[in-house]
T-cell receptor
Framework: EPEVTQTPSHQVTQMGQEVILRCVPI?????FYWYRQILGQKVEFLVS????????KSEIFDDQFSVERPDGSNFTLKIRSTKLEDSAMYFC?????????????FGPGTRLTVL | KNEVEQSPQNLTAQEGEFITINCSYS?????LHWLQQHPGGGIVSLFM???GKKKHGRLIATINIQEKHSSLHITASHPRDSAVYIC???????????????FGTGTRLTIIP
């Protein structure tokens, strides 16, 4: 069964460093998302991506964040200068058509720890 | 902005008990998702509902669009059902077609053998 994959599973970085989180969505899906979950809190929407551009972004997704789909298979989230408060689990998800009536398929997550 | 509330926040039950988890939201939606999050953190989609009721095995999900409320039921609960159950809504009434999900805080379910 097709699945969304994410790498790495755990990333530890120093404050101020750049990190890139990688996702491989399901191949025939058209919409891609990043969500994050700070420990003990609810999952929050960061950004959605369609047709090689951002479809929507939340207020969390400031200039320190960027997304791209460099090669038609990977979907990456970059944090330019990490802060302590960026420590969280980051989930990638994909959706066949972007409609909310479709199931969203989540990756296993990347746990980011900023020291 | 849609507010999604779940109750209870924590639920402990004996194996075999019937479980009900509730979700309420503040703004009309196109679809509601029930998700399961295991201790390792991974999220699995259980149901997507836009109306009525769905059943998968021992899991049943219902939604009342007029009352902006959904319930997830687990029959004959088992220790392997122990997880966090999350309600998420999409397609806010004022912007149908918006594909992002807004999540509730989750219900931590523990089933004791």
């Amino acid at each position: 069964e097709p699945e969304v994959t994410q790498t790495p599973s755990h990333q530890v970085t120093q404050m101020g460093q750049e990190v890139i989180l990688r996702c491989v969505p399901i191949s025939n899906h058209l919409y891609f998302y990043w969500y994050r979950q700070i420990l003990g809190q609810k999952v929050e929407f960061l950004v959605s991506f369609y047709n090689n551009e951002i479809s929507e972004k939340s207020e969390i997704f400031d200039d320190q964040f960027s997304v791209e789909r460099p090669d038609g298979s990977n979907f990456t989230l970059k944090i330019r200068s990490t802060k302590l408060e960026d420590s969280a689990m980051y989930f990638c998800a994909s959706n066949p058509s972007g409609l909310v009536y479709n199931e969203q398929f989540f990756g296993p997550g990347t746990r980011l720890t900023v020291l | 902005k849609n507010e999604v509330e779940q109750s209870p926040q924590n639920l402990t039950a004996q194996e075999g008990e019937f479980i009900t988890i509730n979700c309420s939201y503040s703004v009309g939606i196109s679809a509601l998702h029930w998700l399961q999050q295991h201790p390792g953190g991974g999220i699995v989609s259980l149901f997507m509902l836009s109306s009525g009721k769905k059943k998968h095995g021992r899991l049943i999900a219902t939604i009342n669009i007029q009352e902006k409320h959904s319930s997830l039921h687990i029959t004959a609960s088992h220790p392997r059902d122990s997880a966090v159950y999350i309600c998420a809504v999409g397609g806010i009434e004022s912007n149908f077609g918006n594909e992002k999900l807004t999540f509730g805080t989750g219900t931590r379910l523990t089933i004791i053998p």
